[in-house]
């Protein structure tokens, strides 16, 4: 295997041959805005014919370099930047457009999806470890919780630091060291010696795992042959597959080498169920890092490349492309200093870190939020969507991250075995499972579509959780936590889809952002609340957490805007 010694190779055209085509000879698929225009010219009226203009919008034979010009000019994610650097950018997308989805982005995908199965894995694995912890460090049930919290300040700082260092040190160094540093924090956080160690080592793992989202959605989006939100929006099936595999090994695990059931104390001798568990994920982290790393060649991202000066690079990237998905490209560096520059520039555009920081902040700032608010019905839009993001990134901590513990005490009866527990938890993380495929079918229903959607899944979430807290009947419980789950990836995987589809191309980077943000906010606040509220009454954070799906309802029967069908811009 070449790659496994030199992971890091750089590229040149000449490694890729017969991939190079002329630019009259190229295949040519038309900008989604053209696109857009015909697709609507044709709603208005079947009966009208379409002019060969509007015909060759789809696909076309024969490029010139005037045709590239007007389709960089037309595009609206241009309107506001036209540097070097931004109408190079562009006439990459569309050499990464002409190729095509193919082999190598396929084998992205799967390679993408181990980060959502990452972040999913630790955020359900930490929960699961949590009534065991409690029994074997000596801390209370509620204050167990602040694990929780730790973890999650690890994913805030995490999601922050990384979405910009992939900026400055590459799409691909920064992809592989969030698994890897999940990987050896995961694997240390099985030896932990007490609670405050063991806490502090998940909170380092959510360093790692918290970039996995930003930074896998970022570059499988680069890699597109079109930046459409849909494939982006298919990473989501990981993510209940990430739980699916963690209850699963827990069940395995915990209730077979763990203290009593009755024990109120144990030494660590005698609950390694927990630790077994830890290390299992870790190591399952640790190879999912080693197939990114070794198994596949991650070509640096074009973009970032472009960025660095290192523009002879990125056209060799669009070229390995083009080969691993045995098509062609037209891409030359002469087309890029043509297109890219003014007619007397045709240097390399490099960025310096300080320009490529505030760029990054700059997609924060109110230049770049103000469009979010351009009109009265986007307005409403974002405000909606961004308190959405926030009360279901509380309410799904709220329940999701203490069920262990809710499904060994709820109701205050006698302690529900830990074989029990866990084998619950095990059948609700599968017939949660299929959620996310079921929406991608049900979002295009007619009369329902994403919003129609999206409310049924939340409010149908919200009741079973409110019913969950009817009975302490193991049998009664484990019915609505299934329902509960199966509804909460239907509702999660349209929010993925809706929320990129209804803000604009030049902004959606912004808007999408801050509903991250948010998202992440919310839930480091969430073992706050269940650690204050738990005490008092141990079934309030569930009772918070079904109301904030019913809120959530609530501002989703009040969307303006509905993405069924239309083409994004």
């Known amino acids: 295997m070449p790659y496994f010694i030199n992971p890091f190779k750089k590229h040149d055209v000449s490694e890729f041959p017969g991939v190079l085509i002329p630019l009259q000879r190229a295949h040519h698929r038309g900008s989604v805005a053209s696109v857009h225009r015909s697709s609507i010219t044709s709603h208005l009226s079947?009966?009208?014919?379409?002019?060969?203009?509007?015909?060759?919008?789809?696909?076309?034979?024969?490029?010139?370099?005037?045709?590239?010009?007007?389709?960089?000019?037309?595009?609206?994610?241009?309107?506001?930047?036209?540097?070097?650097?931004?109408?190079?950018?562009?006439?990459?997308?569309?050499?990464?457009?002409?190729?095509?989805?193919?082999?190598?982005?396929?084998?992205?995908?799967?390679?993408?999806?181990?980060?959502?199965?990452?972040?999913?894995?630790?955020?359900?694995?930490?929960?699961?470890?949590?009534?065991?912890?409690?029994?074997?460090?000596?801390?209370?049930?509620?204050?167990?919780?602040?694990?929780?919290l730790a973890?999650?300040?690890?994913?805030?700082?995490?999601?922050?630091?990384?979405?910009?260092?992939?900026?400055?040190?590459?799409?691909?160094?920064?992809?592989?060291?969030?698994?890897?540093?999940?990987?050896?924090?995961?694997?240390?956080?099985?030896?932990?010696?007490n609670w405050i160690s063991t806490a502090a080592l998940f909170s380092c793992l959510g360093l790692g795992i918290g970039g996995n989202l930003p930074v896998d959605g970022a570059l499988f989006l680069e890699f597109l042959p079109f930046a459409s939100g849909n494939l982006l929006t298919l990473l989501s099936v990981w993510w209940p597959v990430g739980q699916l595999v963690a209850s699963l090994i827990a069940w395995g695990f915990i209730p077979t080498y763990s203290c009593p059931d009755d024990a109120t104390s144990c030494s660590s001798d005698e609950n390694w169920g927990w630790r077994y568990f830890v290390l299992t994920l870790g190591t399952l982290t640790f190879i999912m890092f080693v197939c990114r790393f070794f198994l596949f060649h991650l070509f640096e991202s074009p973009k970032f490349l472009l960025s660095r000066g290192r523009q002879s690079e990125a056209v060799a990237v669009v070229h390995g492309i083009a080969y691993h998905n045995k098509s062609q490209t037209w891409l030359t560096e002469q087309i890029l200093n043509e297109i890219g520059s003014?007619?007397?520039?045709?240097?390399?555009?490099?960025?310096?870190?300080?320009?490529?920081?505030?760029?990054?902040?700059?997609?924060?700032?109110?230049?770049?939020?103000?469009?979010?608010?351009?009109?009265k019905k986007l307005g409403l839009t974002t405000v909606l969507l961004w308190f959405q993001w926030t009360t279901i990134g509380m309410a799904y901590p709220l329940f999701n991250a203490f069920l262990p513990q809710y499904l060994a005490n709820s109701g205050g009866g006698q302690p529900t075995a830990t074989s029990i527990v866990y084998r619950n938890y095990a059948i609700t993380s599968i017939v949660g499972v299929p959620g996310s495929i079921i929406a991608c079918y049900t979002v295009d229903v007619k009369y329902v579509g994403r919003k129609g959607t999206m409310a049924i899944a939340t409010v149908t979430t919200g009741v079973f959780i409110f019913l969950f807290t009817i009975s302490a009947d193991p049998n009664f419980q484990l019915a609505f936590t299934c329902l509960e789950a199966l509804f909460q990836n239907i509702m999660y995987g349209v929010l993925y889809a809706y929320t990129p589809e209804v803000f604009p191309a030049p902004n959606r980077g912004t808007g999408t952002g801050i509903c991250s943000f948010l998202n992440r906010i919310a839930g480091l606040c969430a073992p706050l609340v269940a650690v204050n509220a738990g005490s008092a009454n141990p079934k309030a954070p569930i009772y918070a957490s079904g109301g904030l799906f019913i809120a959530a309802f609530i501002s989703m029967l009040l969307l303006p805007i509905e993405t069924r069908g239309k083409q994004n811009l």
């Open 342 to 375: 003014d007619p007397e520039v045709t240097t390399d555009a490099k960025l310096s870190t300080a320009e490529i920081v505030l760029r990054s902040l700059s997609k924060f700032s109110a230049r770049r939020i103000g469009p979010l608010f351009g009109n």
């Open 151 to 193: 973890l999650f300040v690890g994913l805030c700082i995490g999601a922050s630091f990384w979405g910009t260092a992939s900026d400055i040190i590459g799409r691909r160094l920064a992809f592989n060291m969030t698994l890897f540093l999940a990987g050896v924090f995961g694997l240390a956080a099985g030896g932990g010696p």
């Open 46 to 148: 079947n009966k009208h014919e379409r002019n060969e203009k509007d015909e060759s919008d789809y696909t076309s034979e024969g490029l010139t370099i005037e045709t590239l010009i007007a389709e960089i000019e037309a595009d609206p994610a241009a309107s506001e930047l036209n540097t070097t650097y931004d109408r190079k950018s562009k006439v990459i997308n569309k050499a990464i457009q002409d190729i095509g989805m193919g082999q190598y982005q396929w084998q992205l995908f799967v390679l993408c999806g181990f980060g959502w199965l990452a972040d999913n894995l630790w955020l359900q694995g930490v929960a699961l470890t949590l009534p065991k912890l409690s029994v074997e460090f000596g801390v209370s049930e509620s204050n167990i919780r602040y694990t929780t």
